[in-house]
């Protein structure tokens, strides 16, 4: 199997390390490779890269039918309508809605290339690299295909679970980004673990309720790539999202440049007219139309209703 990794972020280095080493043709394309000069990726120091994974900047160099796009979702659009890629099939691993469009990944890709799938579930870059057990869903329509590259993917260490429902595995991934920066809201604003422990259930019954809505399957939002991630985001630092809530709620700020694909997702679904409590709470406390007090009295005051 030969795969290209489009992205040379975290996570993109990640999985090319956990590729790599579970015997797969990997070549990582990053937009600058001067970073790599030692041997590893600026964004996941630590972690050096097999001599077999060939790094380039030249979209040229990536030639094989499978590529792996690692880039952020506000920034694949413009990616893929000024660049071209050799790949027939494409797999995406980014988590949000793309602002400009209102699209997911997935169909980014689909306007480009013919085969598409979505890799996303409860993972840190870190764990990926270190060889540390994980489980991810990957979402092909094709089930056929989907079987293919579940098997070509998986590794002694990254486990692939299979599924055909695109919309309830991309939008698990997106939708617990937002639950995640309310969270780290709640810790960071002194709240305690059980307000955290309550807003991940009402947080996840948000998630099922937007997601079944449009037309995922509600199992898949109690998978890896709901459920699971949800669970791991919520309550690790390592999350970026967690990390922005925390920062917010006490005034701070993250370093520049830090992706935080949850703050776009939650001022998508604040701008429409679904049920959204939560994320509307985090988009306006994002924005400054409300402080921490205000985003409590928020949702604390709104109507009692049945579970």
């Known amino acids: 199997m030969r795969v290209d990794v489009i992205g040379g972020g975290a996570f993109g280095t990640g999985l090319a390390i ?33 001599d077999a994974i060939r790094i380039t900047d030249q979209l040229e160099d990536c030639t094989a039918e499978t ?56 993972s840190f870059a870190a764990d990926i690299a270190q060889g540390l057990p994980t489980a991810l869903t990957l979402a092909c329509a094709d089930d056929a295909l989907g079987a293919h590259l579940q098997t070509a993917l998986s590794t002694p260490a990254l486990r692939l679970y299979r599924t055909t429902d695109v919309i309830g595995a991309e939008l698990g991934g997106a939708l617990k980004n937002v639950i995640a920066i309310a969270a780290g809201a709640v810790i960071g604003a002194g709240l305690g673990e059980s307000a955290r422990a309550a807003l991940i259930a009402r947080g996840f019954a948000e998630m099922t309720r937007y997601a079944t809505a449009k037309g995922a399957q509600p199992e898949t939002l109690t998978g890896l790539s709901g459920l699971g991630d949800l669970i791991l985001t919520c309550g690790s630092e390592q999350s970026r999202n967690f990390r922005f809530g925390y920062a917010l709620a006490r005034g701070e700020s993250l370093p520049a440049g830090t992706t935080v694909e949850g703050l776009h997702t939650a001022r998508q ?31 604390l005051n709104r109507p009692l209703k049945p579970e």
């Open 18 to 50: 956990a590729f790599a080493q579970g015997g797969i043709d990997v070549t990582l394309w990053a937009r600058d490779i001067g970073g790599f000069a030692n041997g590893e990726s600026p964004r996941l120091p630590g972690h050096k890269l097999p």
């Open 67 to 122: 590529a792996i796009f690692a880039l952020p979702t506000q920034t694949l659009n413009a990616f893929l309508n000024n660049n071209s890629v050799a790949a027939q099939t494409a797999i995406s691993c980014a988590k949000g809605i793309d602002r400009s469009s209102g699209l997911g990944p997935s169909a980014l890709l689909a306007a480009h290339i013919s085969q598409v799938a979505q890799l996303t579930g409860p």
């Open 269 to 299: 679904l604040s701008e429409s007219a679904a049920d959204t409590p939560i994320a509307d709470t985090v988009a306006a406390l994002a924005d400054g139309r409300l402080d921490i007090s205000g985003a409590l009295d928020h949702l």
